[in-house]
């Protein structure tokens, strides 16, 4: 049915006159809010909200369970280890591979982690 004859048929039922739809104007807030946040200074608190989420997947389970990321400060990732061995391990062994998968998963965002005994 056209919509012309559509409107005229209920206008004439209603007794009214069929008033259209108005347009729809509604535009996605995404973009809005990474502005937002941006000038906010919120976006590197989001970006390390991910990269901590994220440890578990980057250093593997047994990597996990010893260390705990804390906080990024100035795209350098601080991560609190729990042992001395295990500190000397992540320190000399596992430092270029993981600051390597973080830089592939999060590019810019970390340049380098620390690990600190705590």
Known sequence: MKPQLRARVIAE????????????TSKPVGSLVAK???Q???ADRMREEE???AWREV???FLAQ???PLKLVERVLYVRVLQPSMHFELERTWR???????????GRAVRDVKFRVG
């Open 40 to 42: 906010l200074g919120l």
């Open 51 to 53: 990269i901590v989420a």
């Open 96 to 106: 270029p591979e993981i600051v390597k998968k973080l830089k592939l998963r999060f």
């Open 66 to 68: 010893h260390s705990q």
């Open 13 to 24: 039922w209603r007794g009214l006159p069929e008033t259209p739809f108005p347009q729809d």
């Open 36 to 38: 937002l946040m941006t």
């Open 59 to 61: 250093v593997g389970d």
